[in-house]
C-alpha cells in the first residue's frame, strides 16, 4: 500500500468514526458495521451492514456514511453497498466498543 492510499484510508475511518447508529452510542466503525473498504484512484467502494435487517436507519445510515466519505477532498465518488452475509454480532465490534457499553 503507497503512503498516499494509507493516508487516504485513514481520513475514510476517521469520517466513519463521526457517523453513529443512532440506538447506540458507539460509531459504526467502531461496532464493525463496515466490513471492507476498497480505494480506486478517487473513488471508495465499501461494504457495510446493520445490526439487524429491521434497523429503522436503514435507509438513512448508507446516505449518511457516503456523505461523510464524499466530504474527503481527494474522493470523488463513493459507492457503499449493504451487505447481510456475514451477520453482524457482537463479536464484530472492537474492544473499545465493548468497554464503551460495557460488554
Do not use: F
Not at 25 to 41: A, F, H, K
Amino acid at each position: 500500500m503507497n503512503p498516499n492510499h494509507s493516508e487516504l484510508m485513514d481520513k475514510i475511518i476517521e469520517k466513519l468514526k463521526s457517523v453513529y447508529d443512532p440506538e447506540i452510542p458507539v460509531d459504526i466503525y467502531e461496532l464493525g458495521l463496515i466490513y471492507d473498504v476498497r480505494i480506486e484512484g478517487k473513488k471508495v467502494s465499501m461494504d457495510m451492514t446493520l445490526t439487524s435487517p429491521h434497523c429503522p436507519v436503514a435507509e438513512s445510515l448508507p446516505m449518511e456514511v457516503r456523505r461523510s466519505v464524499e466530504s474527503i477532498p481527494e474522493i470523488e465518488e463513493v459507492e457503499v453497498k449493504v451487505v447481510w452475509e456475514p451477520t453482524w454480532d457482537k463479536t464484530k465490534m472492537s474492544e473499545a466498543a465493548k468497554l464503551q457499553l460495557n460488554l
